[in-house]
């Protein structure tokens, strides 16, 4: 019995086409990665593209524009998170764009290494800051009707530069409370994948 070419063929052109859906499916849903360089050392940061998009864009708009530059981890709570993304050196806070919609319910906890957006009591109302879990902090997640800390991403190289940044010494500045006694500066932050 002689096998018919066509089929053949046809098999190879189809499994060529599945390669080439499977591979720009791969590039669609690559991690993109963020580098943060800061005074105490570099943070690679993986974001959440797909469980937090809002966020995630936001987010990377202020990268783009090269809006973290200069300012500070300004708020450090040893066992707790370290917090930044807002104020310059001098401790003047930085113009904002819009806030952003809050996705804390994407079922992402905010554990240690994670990294979320701050905001107010409003759960709307996040726009350039953010913060790094050092522990645990689930209290910080969406409970039933109330709404949590949207996390985005999670450090995947770096968090021994979290914990010394968690570990500096902090006073009170003018208004602002724990606040580090030498300023750590966020130096840059860059895509590094996309």
Not at 129 to 155: K, S
Not at 166 to 194: F, G, N, Q
């Amino acid at each position: 019995m002689q096998l018919s070419k066509a089929p053949f063929y046809q098999l190879i052109k189809n499994a060529t086409v599945t390669a080439a859906f499977m591979a720009v499916s791969s590039l669609a849903l690559a991690e993109q990665h963020v580098m943060m360089k800061t005074s105490q050392g570099d943070i690679t940061i993986e974001l959440f593209e797909e469980e937090a998009p809002l966020t995630v864009h936001n987010f990377l708009n202020y990268v783009k524009d090269g809006f973290y530059s200069g300012t500070q981890f300004h708020r450090v709570i040893s066992g707790f998170m370290i917090q930044g993304g807002g104020f310059t050196v001098d401790m003047e806070r930085k113009q904002t764009q819009a806030p952003v919609k809050n996705e804390s319910t994407n079922g992402v906890n905010n554990k240690r290494g994670t990294i979320a957006m701050a905001r107010t009591r409003d759960p709307d109302s996040a726009t350039a800051q953010f913060f790094i879990n050092v522990v645990d902090n689930l209290n910080l997640d969406a409970m039933g009707p109330r709404p949590g800390y949207t996390v985005f991403g999670r450090v995947v190289e770096g968090m021994e530069v979290v914990d010394k940044i968690a570990a500096t010494k902090t006073t009170t500045k003018s208004s602002y409370r724990d606040v580090p006694v030498k300023p750590i500066i966020i130096e840059s932050l860059e895509i590094t994948s996309e």
